[in-house]
């Protein structure tokens, strides 16, 4: 399988994903804005359409356009600060609406359905290097400013009042996580893209653990979904992105069951322990 140059290309691309997503997402999670990613993954599907129909890479176009929508979802917060789900739909039916305007208009040269569901066959060499390019600004970017969001993460209002530029690196989140949207669309696709952001961070989640130690499981668990969809996939002959998705939310189950089990098998030894 591996000899196949289009899997190399996957592998490649699914490596960045497995940790980019993961590190966008736990913001995302803890600051219960988990809903963003989905619209902002909707929203690169009328990045990909502009892409394509000016002749550009699709992923480039992906970024700018979700980039856009992420800045104009946090600008909108001014107006609406007690209304982010009115936000959500706003964007999502600008983005939706020029999607859906330019496939039907019958100008694509190409078909947009891979974008949809994901696909291994269509990560070519020019969107390997602007995968590359974007993961790795993105990377540094987090690893700079890890400090700053977390602290926005736990408590925006708080972090305004410690003199962090709140506004301005909620700006820059933004198109942080635009890069991991459109750095995921080719192998995951627009449909499933917002469980990549958000599965492995809630499975990780069930371990209890602190921030660091919540992070680095959620990239395992990512690196777990993504590489089992991948393979798996090729030999079942469908979209990586939704068995990518079916098989986030059975590890999130088998760790919650695992969880209940540990647990049950430990009561009776506390209660003997207190019992004694």
Not at 39 to 61: F, R, W
Not at 120 to 132: A, H, K
Request: glycine share 6%.
């Amino acid at each position: 399988m591996l000899q196949y140059r289009f899997m190399q290309n996957s592998l490649f691309v699914s490596f960045f994903i497995a940790i980019l997503c993961p590190c966008i997402g736990i913001f995302l999670v803890l600051r219960r804005y988990s809903m963003i990613g989905d619209t902002l993954s909707h929203a690169s599907l009328a990045g990909i359409t502009l892409g394509l129909l000016c002749g550009q890479s699709p992923v480039l176009g992906a970024f700018i356009f979700t980039s856009i929508c992420g800045a104009l979802i946090e600008f909108l917060r001014t107006y609406f600060k007690k209304y982010t789900d009115l936000i959500l739909t706003v964007v999502l039916s600008l983005s939706v609406g020029i999607a859906i305007t330019i496939i039907s208009s019958g100008k694509l040269h190409t078909n947009a359905d891979a974008f949809l569901f994901g696909s291994v066959l269509t990560v070519t060499d020019s969107d390997m290097i602007t995968i590359f390019i974007l993961s790795i600004i993105s990377v540094l970017t987090l690893i700079f400013l890890y400090n700053q969001l977390l602290y926005i993460a736990y408590d925006e209002e708080a972090a305004k009042v410690a003199g962090v530029k709140v506004k301005l690196i909620n700006y820059i989140f933004a198109i942080l996580a635009a890069s991991a949207i459109s750095v995921s669309i080719r192998i995951v696709g627009v449909l499933v893209l917002s469980s990549m952001i958000a599965l492995p961070v809630a499975t990780a989640l069930q371990l209890n653990k602190g921030f660091k130690s919540t992070l680095l499981f959620s990239i395992l668990f990512s690196t777990i979904d993504i590489l089992s969809g991948l393979f798996i996939s090729y030999y079942l002959n469908v979209a990586p992105g939704g068995f990518t998705a079916l098989i986030s939310v059975a590890v999130l189950i088998v760790v919650i069951l695992s969880r209940k089990i540990s647990a049950r098998a430990k009561q009776p030894v506390i209660e003997k322990h207190q019992q004694s």
